[in-house]
């Protein structure tokens, strides 16, 4: 991910924080009272400085967890209860700090007094974030040059959809239309391009979901990174699915038939 943020043009990033070249991890806090001054060390994000202790809720940045996270130089790997994992990088809650969203594949610069609208300096646009989505369900809007925007969410199966395209092409599983897939409720029906028409609802990519598949009449369970094995509710075991066919004509391998299991031909009736 270190690519994405060396390689960027300084020309490209906000006039305000353009110039914001100097990284403070610690930011010392001066509260003047009766008496001798008492010092007070904050962190990047504006908390109170406890190494100890890396589970954080920010009154404005909400949950994370910093344990990969520099303070001291200004950078590093948080664990976000709402963005997932973020590549942090800047100055500070004060002056403002960049951040790689690996599921958007692109770089937010943000601060505490603008929070939860972020930046996005390859287009140029503001966007907002609405509060208290989740890693594969958040939704952003988006501010148009001409005044007008509109909304894009997070991706149930992993990445941002184009909101101006009726097709998704996926690194995972495949190329769909979801028209007709609600991303924030998490469940509806999609265009598969093998596997037909389907009915999914769960949780998300990383956790998986279950479809129906309305041909072979069952529910399949799956997620990312064993696809394109499927477990079957029906026979209470798993299939493999041969990658490649389209709704008229698919292969499935059965681990429950017999010793040694069996290819099976799915047509259409």
């Given at each position: 991910?270190?690519?994405?943020?060396?390689?960027?043009?300084?020309?490209?990033?906000?006039?305000?924080?353009r110039n914001a070249?100097?990284?403070?991890?610690?930011?010392?806090?001066?509260?003047?009272?009766?008496?001798?001054?008492?010092?007070?060390?904050?962190?990047?994000?504006?908390?109170?400085?406890?190494?100890?202790?890396?589970?954080?809720?920010?009154?404005?940045?909400g949950l994370y967890?910093?344990?990969?996270?520099?303070?001291?130089?200004?950078?590093?790997?948080?664990?976000?209860?709402?963005?997932?994992?973020?590549?942090?990088?800047?100055?500070?809650?004060?002056?403002?700090?960049?951040?790689?969203?690996?599921?958007?594949?692109?770089?937010?610069?943000?601060?505490q007094d603008v929070?939860?609208?972020?930046?996005?300096?390859?287009?140029?646009?503001?966007?907002?974030?609405?509060?208290?989505?989740?890693?594969?369900?958040?939704?952003?809007?988006?501010?148009?040059?001409?005044?007008?925007?509109?909304?894009?969410?997070?991706?149930?199966?992993?990445?941002?959809?184009?909101?101006?395209?009726?097709?998704?092409?996926?690194?995972?599983?495949?190329?769909?239309?979801?028209?007709?897939?609600?991303?924030?409720?998490?469940?509806?029906?999609?265009?598969?391009?093998?596997?037909?028409?389907?009915?999914?609802?769960?949780?998300?990519?990383?956790?998986?979901?279950?479809?129906?598949?309305?041909?072979?009449?069952?529910?399949?369970?799956?997620?990312?990174?064993?696809?394109?094995?499927?477990?079957?509710?029906?026979?209470?075991?798993?299939?493999?699915?041969?990658?490649?066919?389209?709704?008229?004509?698919?292969?499935?391998?059965?681990?429950?038939?017999?010793?040694?299991?069996?290819?099976?031909?799915?047509?259409?009736?």
């Amino acid at each position: 991910m270190l690519e994405h943020w060396n390689g960027r043009s300084s020309a490209a990033r906000p006039v305000a924080c353009r110039n914001a070249t100097v990284r403070l991890g610690l930011m010392v806090a001066v509260l003047v009272g009766v008496g001798p001054a008492v010092v007070a060390a904050i962190d990047f994000f504006g908390l109170p400085a406890n190494p100890a202790v890396h589970e954080r809720s920010s009154p404005w940045f909400g949950l994370y967890n910093d344990e990969h996270f520099d303070h001291l130089h200004g950078e590093g790997w948080i664990a976000h209860r709402e963005h997932g994992w973020l590549y942090v990088s800047g100055t500070g809650f004060g002056q403002g700090f960049w951040m790689w969203d690996h599921i958007w594949e692109r770089w937010w610069w943000t601060r505490q007094d603008v929070y939860p609208f972020l930046y996005h300096d390859e287009d140029g646009a503001w966007w907002y974030y609405d509060l208290a989505g989740e890693p594969s369900g958040r939704a952003l809007y988006e501010y148009g040059e001409d005044g007008e925007g509109h909304w894009s969410t997070v991706h149930f199966f992993g990445r941002k959809p184009d909101p101006f395209a009726d097709d998704d092409e996926e690194f995972w599983f495949g190329s769909y239309d979801d028209a007709d897939f609600d991303h924030r409720e998490k469940r509806g029906w999609i265009d598969h391009q093998e596997h037909g028409r389907i009915y999914v609802r769960g949780r998300n990519f990383e956790q998986g979901f279950w479809f129906w598949d309305a041909v072979i009449e069952d529910w399949l369970w799956t997620r990312a990174d064993i696809y394109p094995f499927l477990y079957s509710d029906d026979r209470n075991g798993w299939l493999y699915y041969h990658v490649g066919g389209g709704p008229e004509s698919r292969r499935f391998f059965d681990y429950q038939a017999g010793q040694e299991g069996e290819w099976i031909d799915v047509e259409p009736e």
